[in-house]
């Protein structure tokens, strides 16, 4: 396993960062973004501030910023560690 130099929180709020950049480069402010996609200016703020907030919520950020893809895309080429992982996918 590789070493993961940030731990999940600090992921989480590197995320939140740059949700927050693509808003303001759309130039939508919290309480608009949280209104178009139905997400609570509550949950909104805090996210940007902790990077805490629902699955859910996330994607329905993503969508409304036009950003959906890259969390559809995620964990779609992940990469086989050993032989036991390409055998239990069931590909072959």
């Known amino acids: ?27 939508i402010t919290q309480v608009q973004l949280a209104g178009r996609c139905n997400v609570s200016y509550g949950a909104l703020k805090k996210f940007e501030q902790t990077g805490e907030i629902s699955l859910v919520s996330l994607i329905k950020i993503a969508m409304e910023l036009n950003v959906s893809d890259e969390i559809k895309d995620l964990f779609t080429d992940s990469v086989y560690m050993s032989i036991d992982e390409v055998l239990n996918d069931g590909k072959i």
């Not at 396993?1 to 480069?25: G, H, Y």
């Open 1 to 27: 396993m590789d070493f993961v130099w940030e731990t999940p929180s600090e992921m989480a709020l590197n995320l939140a960062k740059r949700v927050k950049k693509i808003r303001k480069r759309k130039k």
